[in-house]
């Protein structure tokens, strides 16, 4: 699925599933942009969560920019909340499609919010700044955080760039802060005790970032 909705559970489904059990009511509209990934978490839903051929996040082939931009626009605009760009890869592994994409968004439906769920790893694949490719074209970014050291983050994540990927992704959520309005991190609530989690709120504080603690999935 190119673009896609969740219900209950967190389970992914066409929007016009979406509809037939929601039919009232605003949604979120998720943009799955790829599989590639420059981690591979321990908790990953990618490497721990068979799904549905009808309903898998799982792109065969790599879509075209007119095969989003046409799923984009087959949307019920109406019922849709927040444009959230995700899905099972990195979306910033295809940062020129996805930054088309939001302006294509902002273009055609300027009112609706935009918000990227990503690593904060882009400025290592790219080797520069990306953070101010958002800029006008993104309302929120939501940075994977995940721990409270470089060594727990390696641990978790097997980042490719190593343990100075830490570093680097909190480089790029105060970086971003001059881009787009909204900068959140996040950490995973099972995955870590409430001392960690603790102390995450206290890096987040010191760099006046905001920390957003995000519910398990195990469905």
Known sequence: MLVYATHAGGKYMTLADSLRLQPE???NLYVNITNACNCACTFCLRNMKEMAE???LWLKEKPTLP???????SVPWDYIKEVVFCGFGEPTMELATLVE????VKKTHPDLP???NTNGLGNLEYGRDIA????GILDTVSISLNASNAERYYELTRAKYGI????AMLDFAERSKQYVPNVVLTIVDKVEG???IARCREICAERGLTLRVREYEDS
């Open 54 to 56: 009808e309903s898998s």
């Open 132 to 135: 101010a490719d958002f800029a």
């Open 25 to 27: 009511g605003k949604r």
């Open 67 to 73: 095969e989003f931009k046409a799923a984009l626009d």
């Open 101 to 104: 994409l939001l302006h294509y």
């Open 114 to 116: 935009t918000r990227l």
């Open 194 to 196: 409430p001392e960690e």
């Open 164 to 167: 100075k990927s830490y570093e």
